[in-house]
């Protein structure tokens, strides 16, 4: 209730504000276990993506945008849980391998779940190696992954940003890719390779320069 509450609010007053160019929204199927896996430009990207998508796609979000006290603290743990965020706990020292666990948990249950392969945002617009985590998922939930290319969301809120501006947004949906052809390979290369067909669609729909190696988190910033 409080997901289509929300969307019923946000996603006329987002579209009419940014008037986004959505692509392929029907790439991504309308029930079951489905990984959304986009390139990373902005903090705005876990909301452009569930309010462009055809069903509620669901993101990780840190544990903290649900504890804050007051009326602020509840609006704030509202927005997040409207818009199907889902908390995690990120100073955890399995903090990884714990939200590989929440990812499967949603994904088992049927749902579509958000994830950015690169790990953080890219602070140059280029588009990083995708870390493994992504074909893990898809190959231990056996579902499907629908590649996205982000285009602009960067203009919206830049990296240090405190308020979004208005920009221009494209959100494009590639067709989905199987697990099924990484069947009865190595654990290893199938995860590496699998990676990799992801990381190539999405660069073919952002249009992103691609690196050959991993995009690390700034020492001393905390809000990637």
Do not use: C
């Amino acid at each position: 209730m409080m997901y289509s509450l929300g969307r019923g609010v946000l996603y006329p007053l987002s579209h009419a504000l940014y008037r986004p160019t959505i692509e392929g929204k029907e790439n991504v199927p309308r029930e079951g276990g489905v990984i959304v896996a986009s390139n990373h430009l902005s903090f705005i990207d876990s909301f452009a993506i569930p309010l462009a998508a055809p069903r509620q796609v669901r993101f990780l979000a840190k544990e903290e945008y649900w504890t804050g006290s007051g009326i602020g603290g509840a609006l704030r743990k509202g927005f997040f849980t409207a818009v199907g965020m889902v908390p995690v706990n990120r100073h955890s020292p399995t903090a990884a391998q714990e939200s590989l666990d929440t990812a499967l948990e949603v994904l088992k249950a049927g749902d579509a779940f958000g994830i950015y392969p690169e790990g953080t945002r890219s602070r140059d617009g280029k588009l990083y190696r995708g870390r493994t985590g992504v074909a893990w998922l898809a190959l231990t939930a056996q579902v499907p992954i629908v590649p996205v290319g982000l285009i602009g969301t960067e203009d919206i809120q830049p990296v240090g940003a405190s308020f979004p501006r208005l920009a221009k947004v494209t959100v494009r949906f590639g067709k989905p890719i199987a697990v099924e052809p990484y069947a009865g390979m190595p654990a290893g290369k199938a995860r590496r390779l699998l990676t990799d067909e992801v990381m190539t669609a999405i660069a073919e729909l952002s249009g992103q320069e691609r690196v050959d190696y991993y995009n690390e988190v700034p020492s001393g910033d905390i809000s990637a």
